[in-house]
C-alpha cells in the first residue's frame, strides 16, 4: 500500500510542520515575533510562550518530541479548559478549535515519539 510505504516520510513532514508552526506561536508571545505581541510580563502567556517555542522547536527537530509533546498537550488542553470551554462547549462555537487540534495531535506525538526522520533517530544511529 502506499500510504504505508511513506508513512515514516509523511509522520516526519507533519510533525516538522505542526511543530514549527506551535513554535511560532511561543516566539509571538515571547519576542513579539510574526505580528505578535510580546506578552513576557503576564506569567500564564509567558509559560504558554516557553512550552510552545521551545516544546514547538523540539517536536519539529525530533528531539524528546514525546516529553515535548506531552506537555505541550497539556498546555493546550489548560488553554481550551480555561479560555474557551468558558465560552461554549463546542470548540466550533467558542473559539477553540486549534487548541483541540495541538491537543490531540501532540497526544499522538507523544504517543508515537520522534520517529524515523528525526534528530533523535540521527543520533541513536551514531
Known amino acids: 500500500m502506499l500510504g504505508s510505504r511513506f508513512s515514516e516520510h509523511v509522520y516526519g513532514l507533519v510533525r516538522f510542520v505542526i511543530g514549527g508552526l506551535f513554535a511560532c506561536h511561543g516566539a509571538q508571545k ?52 480555561t479560555v474557551h470551554y468558558p465560552r461554549g462547549f463546542w470548540p466550533i462555537m467558542n473559539g477553540g478549535e486549534p487548541a483541540v487540534f495541538y491537543c490531540f495531535f501532540f497526544l499522538y506525538v507523544a504517543a508515537r515519539g520522534s520517529g524515523r526522520f528525526s534528530l533523535d533517530a540521527l543520533f541513536r544511529r551514531r
Do not use: D, Q
Not at 506578552?39 to 527537530?61: C, D, Q
Open 30 to 81: 515571547l519576542f513579539g515575533a510574526l505580528g505578535g505581541h510580546e506578552m513576557i510580563g503576564n506569567p500564564k502567556m509567558l509559560t504558554a510562550g516557553i512550552v510552545e517555542f521551545f516544546g514547538g522547536s523540539l517536536i519539529a527537530l525530533g528531539i524528546a518530541a514525546s516529553v515535548a509533546a506531552f506537555i505541550a498537550c497539556g498546555e493546550k488542553a489548560y488553554a481550551y479548559f
